[in-house]
């Protein structure tokens, strides 16, 4: 009996594992991007526009190691007004596909002053409404990539 019972449990162990591996949602990918986008372009708290904004926060969101990132934007809007970008017509992205979309946000774009190193990157600012295009995938789809 004993016996028995622990084929059981072995046969359910691997039957769970079996069908863990098979249930990893093809848009785990995708999650980690709209995951990373959120962390690199998402900040609907703040105006920005300062250059000390720029510095703490590509600090904070961690865009300065191992090196500085040369330009990053801030998107200042809520992340549904930012989702509702994607629901707009499809054009051609950088790359030559076409899963991006235009919108008007508020944004803060942080671009690296030249001779700053990876330990202190530094920024200047530049808070404006403009136009911006992001990739958008999944479904629903949702942003996961800042394209311009």
């Known amino acids: 009996v004993m016996a028995l019972q622990r084929t059981h449990?072995?046969?359910?162990?691997?039957?769970?594992?079996?069908?863990?591996?098979?249930?990893?949602?093809?848009?785990?990918?995708q999650d980690r991007m709209?995951?990373?986008?959120?962390?690199?372009?998402?900040?609907p708290q703040e105006t920005g526009g300062s250059d000390n904004y720029c510095n703490l926060m590509m600090?904070?969101?961690k865009m300065t190691s191992p090196r500085c990132k040369p330009l990053n934007?801030?998107?200042?809007?809520?992340?549904?007004?930012?989702r509702s970008i994607c629901s707009t017509t499809s054009i051609q992205c950088k790359n030559g596909l076409m899963n991006c979309h235009?919108?008007?946000?508020?944004?803060?774009?942080?671009?690296?002053?030249?001779?700053?190193r990876a330990s202190t990157c530094r920024y200047r600012a530049?808070?404006?409404?403009?136009?911006?295009?992001?990739?958008?995938?999944?479904?629903?789809?949702?942003?996961?990539?800042?394209?311009?």
């Open 9 to 29: 449990s072995l046969l359910l162990l691997l039957l769970l594992t079996l069908l863990g591996l098979g249930l990893v949602p093809p848009s785990y990918g």
């Open 34 to 43: 709209y995951q990373r986008f959120l962390r690199q372009h998402v900040d």
């Open 59 to 61: 600090h904070r969101r």
């Open 73 to 82: 934007s801030f998107i200042h809007e809520d992340i549904w007004n930012i």
């Open 102 to 116: 235009e919108g008007v946000v508020k944004v803060t774009d942080c671009r690296e002053i030249g001779n700053s």
């Open 126 to 148: 530049r808070a404006r409404t403009r136009r911006v295009v992001i990739a958008c995938e999944g479904d629903p789809e949702v942003p996961v990539h800042f394209d311009a």
